[in-house]
C-alpha cells in the first residue's frame, strides 16, 4: 500500500498495488481476494468517500465491496491477467475526522491478502507478503470569525459600537461531502456574535451566514421617514449600509417603492420578493470599502453573501462578516435575536412618549360607531405615524377605518385584511406635504366598530399591542416619540357614520346620520383630483337616515363624500379596495 497526494477535491489517497509475486505454472482456476480494514474494520468517524477499481480488472471482478470500514476485492481467472509483475489493484478515497489518526491495513488471514488455485483436484492457498499498516494522520484546521452589526449613528446590539450579532446560523459547506468525517457544518453566532469550525486541510470551503427569524425587530416609523427623506434630498442618510438596510425591493437604490414597503412592514402587509431575508451579510473587507452616500440616488455595488477559502493550507481565523438588518435604517434593533410574532420588539431605551386618546364611548348590540383616535397635542407637524389596536371580538367587529386629521394617500398605509381579526394596524405618511399638527380636539382617524355585545365599551375593549407592531411617531424634524393609549371618559357624538371603510368592490356602502337628517338629503362623490362622480338624492324622515350605495363601478383608492342635509353639509372620505 502507498499512500499517494490527495486527489483533486481534498480526500486522501492509499493505493493497493500487486507487486512482485508470481504463481506457480501448474496452478488453475487461479482465484484472488484481498480485504483492506480502516481503524481495524470500526467505525470511529472515518468516512470512505470511493474506491477506485482499476479498470484492466473489471472483466475478472466477482466482488468489490467498499465502506467506510473496508474495502473487499475477489477475483477469479486471474491466468488472463499475467499479474505476475506490478500492477494497481484500486485506489482509497477517505478523509478522517479533523484531528484523528486513520490506520490503513489489510485484514487478518484468512480476509487480508491471499491466491489460490485448484492442481490436480486440490487447493492451495498462496499469501502474498502485505505492507505494514499506514497510519495517515488528519490535521485540524480552524476556521472562524465573527458577525457584526455596521456602525449605525443609532445604537447597535446590546447598545454597542460594531456590536456582535447573536443567532446568526453559519453554515460552513464543502464537497463533496462524505459524512461524518467531512460534510456540511453549522452552527449559531455566540452573544458575542462568533463562531468557529473545526475543518480539514487541503478542501475547499465556503461560509455562508443565515438569519431570517426577526423581520420586525427595530423596524418603526423613524424607518421610512429617514429613506422617504432621503429621496426628497432634504437628509441624506449617513452610511451607506442605511441604503443597504432601506433597500426592499434588492436592486441597490431606494425608490418610493422600499418605503411602501417599510410601511407594509410594520402594518403586517409587506410580501417579500424572492431571496429577501431580513438580515444580510457581507464580508467585512467588502463592507468597509462601500463608497459614501452623496446623493439620493446612491446605489451600493454588488456584494457576495458568503466566504470562499480555497485549498485550505493553514487556520483560516478573522473570517469576519458585516450583518445588516433588512428596514431598520435607523439601527434600533437592540435585541438581534429576539423572535417576531408575538414576541416584544426589541427598541432603544426611548423616554419620548406621547398619548392616543380614545373616548369611553359604550353602544348596544348591533349599533355602529366611528371611535375617534386623538393623539395629546404636538407643537410641530407630522411627518410619520404608526400604531396597533386590538379591539376585543366578544365586544366589536371592526368595519373600517376612515380619514380626520391622517389622510392615507395609499392604500399600503392600512391593514385591510387584520380588520377581520379584530385589529386595527396602520402606518401612516405625509406623502403629501400636509404638515399636520395634532390638535385634543381634532381626531386623527376614525375606528369603526360594530357592537356584538349588549352593552360594548371601548375602554373595556380596545388597546393598545406595541408588542404586535411598532406604535410610534415622527415629528416634521425628525424627532421620534412612542405612543402609549388612554381612555377619556367623555364621549364625542357621532354624526355621519360610513359603513364599511374601507370598502370592498361589490360591497355596499352605507351612509347613516342617527339623528337630525330631514327633508331630502344629497350625496356626492368625487376623486381625488375633484372631479365629481356621481350624485344621489333620498328623502329622510325626521330623526334618522341611511342611504344605501352600491360600489360596483366606482374606482379604487381614496374618494370623497359630501352629504347635504337641509342646510348642515358633512364630509368625509372612503377608502375602496380592489
Known amino acids: 500500500m502507498t499512500e499517494l497526494p490527495p486527489d483533486f477535491t481534498g480526500y486522501r489517497q492509499v493505493e493497493v498495488r500487486w507487486t512482485d509475486f508470481e504463481l506457480p505454472a501448474t496452478c488453475t482456476y487461479p482465484f484472488f481476494r484481498v480485504s483492506v480494514y480502516l481503524n481495524g474494520n470500526t467505525a470511529q468517524g472515518q468516512c470512505v468517500r470511493t474506491a477506485t477499481l482499476n479498470p484492466v480488472l473489471a472483466p475478472n471482478v466477482d466482488t468489490f465491496d467498499v465502506s467506510d470500514e473496508r474495502i ?39 480476509y487480508g491478502f491471499y491466491a489460490s488455485c485448484a492442481t490436480g483436484g486440490s487447493s492451495g492457498i498462496y499469501e502474498p507478503e502485505a505492507d505494514s499498516p499506514l497510519n495517515v494522520y488528519f490535521p485540524a484546521l480552524e476556521v472562524s470569525g465573527a458577525i457584526y452589526k455596521a456602525p449605525f449613528t ?63 425587530c427595530g423596524v418603526n416609523t423613524l424607518d421610512y421617514y429617514l429613506v422617504y427623506y432621503h429621496l426628497l434630498g432634504l437628509n441624506l442618510l449617513d452610511y451607506p449600509y ?53 446623493s439620493q440616488y446612491y446605489s451600493y455595488p454588488e456584494y457576495d453573501e458568503y466566504i470562499t477559502l480555497y485549498n485550505l493550507a493553514t487556520d483560516a481565523v478573522n473570517q469576519d462578516f458585516t450583518g445588516i438588518k433588512r428596514a431598520d435604517v435607523d439601527g434600533s434593533c437592540s435585541d438581534c435575536n429576539a423572535e417576531s410574532g408575538g414576541a416584544v420588539i ?16 359604550r353602544v348596544g348590540a348591533g349599533e355602529r360607531v366611528g371611535v375617534p383616535v386623538y393623539l395629546s397635542s404636538l407643537d410641530e407637524p407630522l411627518a410619520a405615524l404608526a400604531f396597533a389596536l386590538e379591539v376585543a371580538p366578544d365586544q366589536f367587529e371592526v368595519e373600517g377605518i376612515g380619514p380626520g386629521l391622517l389622510e392615507f394617500a395609499d392604500v399600503s398605509m392600512v391593514n385591510v385584511e387584520a380588520m377581520a381579526e379584530g385589529m386595527v394596524r396602520l402606518a401612516w405618511l405625509d406623502m403629501d406635504d400636509v404638515r399636520p399638527v395634532a390638535r385634543k380636539d381634532e381626531p386623527l382617524c376614525y375606528v369603526w366598530l360594530r357592537a356584538v355585545a349588549p352593552q360594548a365599551s371601548v375602554s373595556d375593549a380596545v388597546r393598545l399591542r406595541p408588542d404586535i407592531q411598532d406604535c410610534s411617531l415622527v415629528t416634521l424634524s425628525g424627532e421620534r416619540y412612542l405612543l402609549s393609549a388612554r381612555t377619556l371618559t367623555d364621549v364625542v357624538a357621532g354624526t355621519v357614520q360610513v359603513r364599511p371603510n374601507p370598502v370592498r368592490r361589490g360591497e355596499e356602502l352605507i351612509f347613516s346620520m342617527p339623528e337630525g337628517a330631514s327633508g331630502t338629503v344629497v350625496l356626492e362623490l368625487f376623486d381625488v383630483q375633484g372631479r365629481p362622480l356621481g350624485q344621489w338624492k333620498q328623502a329622510a324622515s325626521a330623526g334618522s337616515f341611511a342611504l344605501r350605495l352600491p360600489t360596483e363601478g366606482l374606482p379604487a383608492g381614496w374618494l370623497a363624500w359630501r352629504l347635504q342635509t337641509g342646510s348642515a353639509a358633512h364630509t368625509g372620505k372612503i377608502l375602496v379596495v380592489k
Open 154 to 216: 443609532q445604537s447597535n446590539c446590546g447598545n454597542g459600537v460594531d456590536a456582535g450579532i447573536p443567532g446568526v446560523e453559519v453554515y460552513l459547506s464543502t464537497g463533496p461531502s462524505c459524512p461524518p468525517a467531512h460534510a456540511e457544518q453549522s452552527t449559531l453566532t455566540d452573544n458575542m456574535g462568533s463562531y468557529a469550525f473545526s475543518a480539514h486541510s487541503l478542501f475547499d470551503y465556503g461560509l455562508f451566514p443565515y438569519k431570517d427569524n426577526n423581520a420586525d
Open 72 to 110: 473487499f476485492l475477489v477475483m477469479n481467472n486471474l491466468e488472463t491477467l499475467n499479474l505476475n509483475g506490478d500492477v494497481s489493484l484500486f485506489t482509497i478515497h477517505f478523509a478522517g475526522m479533523p484531528g484523528s489518526t486513520v490506520e490503513v491495513a489489510f485484514g487478518p488471514p484468512p
Open 346 to 361: 426589541a427598541d432603544r431605551s426611548e423616554t419620548r412618549r406621547v398619548e392616543l386618546h380614545l373616548p369611553d364611548m
Open 242 to 294: 442605511q441604503v443597504v438596510a432601506g433597500d426592499m425591493d434588492l436592486n441597490r437604490t431606494l425608490t418610493i417603492g422600499d418605503v411602501v414597503d417599510i410601511i407594509r412592514l410594520i402594518n403586517g402587509t409587506f410580501v417579500p420578493p424572492d431571496r429577501w431575508y431580513s438580515w444580510t451579510f457581507m464580508p467585512s473587507w467588502v463592507y468597509a470599502n462601500f463608497p459614501s452616500v452623496t
